[in-house]
């Protein structure tokens, strides 16, 4: 017979206490909601109250929205607050969304005012090369306690307690994925530092492999997003982590302030396919979007955009043959993130999940286990993101406008997007010399999976990294001993692994943008629909001055 079983602490078997008789509720006071008029209130009133019967609300709404002017739209974007604007295609149909933004006027989708250039690494290009006028919606816990991160756990790391979990959203831990009004997106722009494959991730919270990782350097307006630990270190100095210490100084030696530290971005390394990987380098460009989290596998709670829903890196590069009269380009690669990995099971986090299986492995009748081999297989989302998450970006050539009179040059861009079915996508002009992208991650129908192999992970692999779980668990005794639920353990872990997907099309190749002046750009130009790959966007962009041939025409000559 095995030794006695040592009960970890807060493991899910302790015996529950009586349930008291709860006393009857008190009828709570009816919340009275505070309605808001806005600018198309009383025509939407209007256009409701004398629309035939069966019209459905959106059809309305699409129509009130259509017949409004644009300026005055404009007007109201530029008003709104962060959360007003996430909300702007909540009410849309969604087989609406990629024809409204086809067709929204430029003078909506352009920044009301040029953004402020931000700095830029020593030797590298100005930051003006890729921007985003994106503004997140505010956490104001955030912006007056600087203990806000370690809060969102109650200063709890992963452990036995099934709601301590590896990492929280930090707008509502509930929302495993980001796009939601309870838990938004957010997004950044700045300078990638020290991109890196990590070598010690969770493998049952990691079916596509150890993630994908860098550090981001922000623009200033974004450094609301770090935590009070993100330099790695407290205020007197000491390390509190030491790989965000060394990125904080490596971002510094590249010239930038990080004054506040840098932002960890993070992915399984299978949903990024490895040519986006190897354009994501210290002092390149990036744009990142994502779930906003707090790690809480660290005891220093920094703050992580983890993982992305959608990444952008730009680089100047020459304008390659076939372009004569180009000047050096700005060369943007985009990708999206294809599915959600869940970090929950039905009985909590992954270890209080291992702890089920190992007791159902030492439960025996006659010397046999009631189950037969510890398993930990996790939830995929096929679905990646909720709501209908969106944002703008701005691009820029690397060099300015040539000054001298001739000859002259006309903003030029090069393009092509491969999409999935409701994600719209919209390139346009967006005025003080720069191309705009808008996108809308609008209702997926679900991607297939990648084939799935199953993969066995040892206790001596988990202990070696997690030790802490090991002990919690307490089996190490179990394991040596001679008997069949020892045999079944020691069997390891099963779990699941999967084929990365692939971001490519065989649309890829067709209707591509080639170099046009951004002002002659036609629409539905440069974009593919394709669901049979399972990234909700990808593609590239090039933008760039091209010199204006211009022909010198003189009176006829009469020949005779």
């Not at 009383?42 to 259509?66: D, F, Y």
């Not at 990590?198 to 919270?205: E, H, L, M, N, R």
């Not at 350097?217 to 965000?244: F, K, M, R």
């Not at 399984?268 to 809480?296: T, Y």
């Amino acid at each position: 017979m095995p030794a006695k079983r040592r009960t970890p602490p807060k493991a899910a078997a302790a015996k529950k206490p009586a349930a008291k008789k709860k006393a009857s509720p008190k009828k709570a006071a009816p919340t009275k909601v505070q309605l808001k008029p806005g600018l198309l209130d009383q025509t939407l009133v209007g256009n409701l109250k004398k629309a035939p019967k069966g019209v459905p609300p959106q059809t309305v709404v699409m129509q009130t929205l259509r017949a409004a002017a644009p300026d005055q739209l404009r007007a109201a974007f530029t008003k709104a607050s962060p959360k007003e604007r996430h909300a702007a295609f909540a009410a849309l149909p969604g087989d609406q969304i990629k024809a409204i933004v086809g067709t929204l006027p430029v003078s909506v989708l352009g920044p009301s005012i040029p953004l402020a250039p931000a700095p830029s690494p020593t030797g590298g290009p100005p930051s003006t090369i890729l921007t985003t006028s994106y503004e997140n919606v505010p956490y104001p816990p955030a912006q007056t306690d600087p203990d806000w991160a370690q809060k969102i756990s109650g200063g709890n790391t992963v452990g036995l307690d099934p709601n301590s979990l590896e990492w929280l959203p930090v707008y509502d831990a509930n929302h495993e994925r980001e796009g939601s009004l309870e838990n938004p997106m957010v997004g950044l722009t700045g300078w990638v530092v020290s991109p890196d494959l990590s070598d010690k991730d969770v493998w049952f919270t990691h079916p596509f492999g150890n993630d994908f990782e860098f550090f981001v350097a922000p623009d200033p307006q974004y450094e609301g997003l770090l935590g009070a630990h993100n330099t790695g270190s407290d205020p007197s100095g000491n390390v509190t982590d030491t790989e965000y210490n060394a990125g904080t100084t490596h971002a510094r030696d590249m010239g930038l302030p990080a004054t506040k530290g840098v932002i960890g971005v993070e992915t399984d390394q299978g949903l990024v396919p490895e040519p986006f990987q190897s354009v994501v380098q210290d002092k390149a460009r990036v744009a990142a979007f994502g779930r906003w989290i707090v790690d809480c596998g660290h005891g220093d709670f920094h703050t992580e955009i983890h993982p992305p829903l959608l990444l952008a890196v730009a680089k100047p590069q020459a304008p390659g043959i076939g372009l004569p009269g180009a000047s050096q380009m700005t060369h943007v690669e985009f990708m999206s993130r294809p599915y959600t990995v869940s970090q929950r099971w039905d009985d909590g986090n992954f270890v209080t999940h291992l702890l089920h299986e190992v007791l159902k492995v030492e439960d025996t009748f006659l010397g046999i286990p009631s189950s037969l081999r510890v398993e930990a297989h996790p939830t995929i989302f096929t679905e990646p993101y909720e709501g209908r998450p969106w944002l703008k970006l701005l691009v820029k050539p690397p060099v300015p406008r040539r000054q001298i009179a001739l000859p002259q040059q006309k903003l030029t861009v090069a393009f092509h997007f491969t999409h999935r079915t409701g994600v719209a996508v919209q390139v346009y002009d967006a005025g003080n010399d720069t191309v705009g992208v808008v996108i809308v991650f609008g209702d997926l129908n679900p991607a297939k999976l990648p084939p799935k192999h199953d993969q066995t992970v040892s206790w001596g692999q988990l202990g070696d990294d997690y030790p802490l779980v090991i002990e919690g668990l307490a089996i190490a005794d179990i394991l040596t001993l001679n008997i069949a639920p020892a045999i079944i353990l020691n069997l390891g872990i099963l779990t699941d692994s999967y084929d990365a997907p692939l971001a490519q099309s065989p649309l890829d190749n067709q209707n591509i943008a080639t170099p046009v002046a951004i002002d002659e750009l036609h629409p539905g130009v440069g974009m593919s629909e394709d669901d049979a790959q399972p990234f909700p966007l990808y593609g590239w962009m090039n933008v760039f001055w091209q010199d204006v041939q211009v022909v010198a025409q003189g009176p006829p000559v009469e020949i005779g």
